[in-house]
């Protein structure tokens, strides 16, 4: 007789839009306030792939339709199941894997107001990620004696710290997203850990949290498009059919939370051959009107073009 734990498997989506102020991830609005992300079963007799399967559930929880959409990570750690509300026919033992998705958008559509969906700035979720103007108040009020306390003389402990925060001489990396989060609910300090069993002898620290596991998918996602960035062209398919330099940079920053040095970012993205001038110009500003361009997307389709360079501003290293 098999004692073998049933299997299902889910699928989530982190579907990103951004703009020169925030980044954006849709997501679903949830019983007693919380939030999560567009979630369902993969369902082998209906979806053919399971790409097609998470557009479905995209499209049937948020009435948003994803454009670009990549694989993201799968999840498959015990004690970390999905809600059995989210995975109806799920056997109640069932052991529930989630393959998180990566989805990018160039307009932030209004939804509906017939779907329980909205998008959400993501540092609601990450203050502590959002660095465009200093290193935010929470991790030096907040995060930093809570994990050193934590972390107490335990030195790996205390090197972890150092190296996911930046703290002492040890830089900032911005894409370490995933990394502090994993510190944070170990430490006890994410709400979700709170929930999932966790003591620790300070509060959650700020962030708003998200059912289950889905607050680490989230993490994940910007971990992945941060690095993303700095070598794939994925950043134009987040922008308009036309934007300026000034536009696109912001739009960076806001992704990166982090302010990037002006000229050194246009020299990069000039001689990238990425995008070419469409000899209109912006004048609404007030100053010198600025260029529209566009991304030359057939540059894209004929070459393995690579990602723009991000440098920080030297107040930022």
Known sequence: MSNSQPIMVGLSAVVVAADALSPFALVTRLRE??????????????????????RDWVHTQTGFEPGYVEQLYTFADHGRELPKADMANAPDNARIISVGYLGLTPQRTEIDG????VWRDWYRFFPWEDHRNGPPLVI?????????????????RRER?????????????????????ELLYE?????????????????????QSMISDHRRILATAISRLRGKIKYRP?????????????????????????????????????????????GEYETTTGGRPAEFFRCRRETLRKTIASGIATPHKKRDI
């Open 33 to 54: 306030g919380r939030s999560g992300l567009p979630f369902g079963a993969f369902d082998p007799a209906n979806h053919r792939t399971m790409e097609q399967g998470l």
């Open 234 to 278: 994925v950043i134009f398919e987040l922008t308009s059919d036309k934007f300026t330099l000034f536009e696109l940079q912001q739009t960076v920053e806001s992704l990166l939370g982090r302010t990037l040095h002006k000229q050194n970012f246009r020299r990069s993205i000039e001689k990238s051959e990425l995008v070419e001038g469409l």
């Open 140 to 156: 030096e009020e907040e995060i930093k004696p809570a994990l050193y306390e934590w972390a107490d003389d335990n030195l790996n």
């Open 114 to 117: 017939a779907f329980d969906a």
């Open 187 to 207: 430490a006890g300090l994410a709400a979700e850990s709170v929930r999932d069993g966790t003591s620790c002898n300070s509060a959650p620290v700020s962030g």
């Open 161 to 181: 710290v150092k190296l996911a925060f930046g703290f002492e001489d040890a830089l900032w990396i911005e894409e370490r997203v995933l990394e502090r989060y």
